[in-house]
């Protein structure tokens, strides 16, 4: 975030209470992009811009019920914004270039509150229907139709205090939790670096696609898999058959050790986490 930026209350702080939030800063980015990208379009001359609204207007449904989910004043006042702009330039209120001058500015106050952009690019390993099928997904927790795992907040302070207590060391510097589909659940430890919502979408990929390659072989699926770095490591471990855990840890630590270290706590963590309903 800029640092004239930065006395600005993060709008996500918090989001992890409640699992459909995890990868809601993509969204916003998308939607900010794809603003920008409207924008563009409609100076080039007119045009059909229908579905452009029609997708923006979803990911502000989505966006709203963070907001509310969250009781960010703030945000919901400025995705207000944005939906009058939006209906009222739909229904011929307000002129073309009023609208691309009024909303270019809106986009910007949003940005400003945005954050850094999330680290996806095109060798991150995310599926290129990743922003719809995740606006799917929560439309479908708005409505009460998803059978996807809601993760309480005193849940996540009771796994967050067993993680740091049994398994962060000085030479394990973050483990996180996340779920099959890239969600990220639980991140605790001191890598404050780590962009931790690109990493958990790109584990969970990533064991999907070794998933794959298990199967090619004669097997279900590889329940643990390891990556050395020059510094650090990874150990990707199964949790049951919905959750992963992510360690990362220096090198001066053996991976025997890591091994038997998360295989203690894992059988806990099965028990904490919760199953997917229906």
Known sequence: MPSADREIKDIFQGADRIEILGKLPFILWEYINQGRRLIQEMGSGPGDFSSSFQS???MLG???????????????????????????????????????????????????????????????????DFVERE???????KTGRSADVVVS??????????????????????????????????NVGNK?????????????ANFAATEKIA?????????LLFYKGRNESFHFRRLGTEYIIVTIFNNS???????????????????KLPKREG
């Open 56 to 58: 923006m207007e979803r």
């Open 253 to 271: 630590l053996s991976l025997g050790l890591i091994r038997l270290k998360v295989a203690e706590v894992a059988q806990t963590l099965e028990r």
């Open 215 to 223: 199967r090619l072989i004669g097997e279900r699926d590889f329940v």
């Open 153 to 186: 907040g005193d849940m996540l302070d009771d796994i967050r205090g067993f993680l740091t207590e049994k398994v962060l060391t000085e030479e394990i510097s973050s483990i996180l939790i996340i779920d099959n589909a890239g969600t990220l659940i639980v």
């Open 192 to 204: 404050v670096d780590l962009d931790a919502i690109s990493l958990a979408a790109v584990a969970a």
């Open 62 to 128: 989505v966006l709203g019920t963070a907001a509310d989910h969250l009781g960010n004043e703030e945000l919901k006042g400025r995705l207000a914004g944005h939906t009058r702009i939006i209906t009222s330039y739909r229904n011929g209120d307000i002129p073309h270039g009023d609208f691309s001058q009024s909303f270019s500015s809106e986009l910007a106050s949003l940005e400003k509150v945005a954050g850094n952009p999330p680290n996806v690019t095109a060798d991150s390993l995310l599926p290129e």
């Open 135 to 141: 606006l799917q997904r929560v439309e479908k927790v």
